[in-house]
């Protein structure tokens, strides 16, 4: 069955903090991955995306991660700020469809 | 440059109501999905829609009905609401069929049935 499994559930940290949120799929055929943000009461935003190919992408503070051989993601977030406060969600494509992590929820704290 | 747009945005229904959700984007985007959001899981799909005048049904369709008359809308139908779909629906779009494109998200529309 094809999963997307994200850890921590959920991570509280100190502004100006780096933190590295986990992605591992079993999503077969692998056609990409995307990092999503979604604030609270807000639909997803998008953060990357990335194909078989690429092994690193970055966005701002936002530094995604791709290993297609241990089928492992990280996004990277350097010096948080409280806008970081989120959940963050990986998205694994086979080509007909989507599998959606349950997400990472972060809280950046002063 | 409106993007995604759903209404409403909070509902509250009574069991055995029915009612529509709005979903209509401006990005002339070939494909259109609605999704459902529930504590702890990840977003599942309940209909999807390559172009206007077809639909298919997704991974959760029971109880929902859609349609696809233009290329802008897509609404969702609850049948006969049970307490089962008080979720965060969110309505979806992107270019054509998933090739790394961006996918474009309502802002969502919160149910509840009592």
């Known amino acids: 069955k094809n999963q997307v499994e994200q850890s921590p559930q959920s991570l509280i940290i100190l502004e100006g903090k780096n933190c590295t949120l986990q992605?591992?799929?079993?999503?077969?055929?692998?056609?990409?991955l995307r990092w999503y943000k979604q604030d609270t009461g807000r639909g997803p935003v998008s953060l990357t995306i990335?194909?078989?190919?690429?092994n690193t992408k970055s966005n701002g503070r936002y530094t995604a991660t791709l290993d297609a051989d241990t089928k492992q993601s990280s996004l990277h977030i350097t010096a948080s700020q409280l806008s970081d406060s989120a959940s963050y969600i990986c998205?694994?494509?086979?080509?007909?469809?989507?599998?959606f992590g349950a997400g990472t929820i972060l809280r950046v704290k002063s | 440059n409106a993007g995604v747009t759903q209404t409403p945005k909070f509902q509250v229904l009574k069991t055995g109501q029915s009612m529509t959700l709005q979903c209509a984007q401006d990005m002339n985007h070939e494909y259109m999905s609605w999704y459902r959001q529930d504590p702890g899981m990840g977003l599942r799909l309940i209909h999807y829609?390559?172009?206007?005048?077809?639909?298919d049904q997704g991974e959760v369709p029971n109880g929902y009905n859609v349609s696809r008359s233009t290329t802008e809308d897509f609404p969702l139908r609850l049948l006969s609401a049970a307490p089962s779909q008080t979720s965060v629906y969110f309505c979806a779009s992107r270019r054509a069929r998933d090739a790394g494109n961006t996918i474009y998200f309502g802002e969502g529309s919160w149910l509840t049935v009592v």
């Open positions: 829609s390559v172009g206007a005048g077809i639909t």
């Open positions: 990335m194909t078989f190919s690429e």
């Open positions: 998205v694994v494509s086979d080509p007909n469809k989507l599998v």
């Open positions: 992605c591992n799929y079993t999503v077969s055929p692998f056609s990409n």
